[in-house]
């Protein structure tokens, strides 16, 4: 995850939020996702938004994921309001 998204280095809240989606969706789907590509537009806010977007498993929706991906999403958010 590093070596795709180098513009999080230094950003704790958000090097946490994303290395949590990482961790749980895989290093490989989280280097081709709109998230990692919206960090290395200098878009972190949207990237953050996008977290919500990743709450299906088996192409339905999970409760789970779902408070999964709004607790990553506010520490996301967090990092850039701080």
Known sequence: ?????PSLRGKDEEWAAATSLAYN????????????????AGQPAKACDTFLLWDKAGGK?????????AAERALCLKGIRS
């Open 1 to 5: 995850m590093a070596k795709c998204t």
């Open 25 to 40: 969706i895989g290093v490989g789907a989280y280097c081709k996702s709109s998230i990692d590509r919206f960090f290395d």
């Open 61 to 69: 929706r999970v409760q789970g994921l779902a408070n999964r991906r």
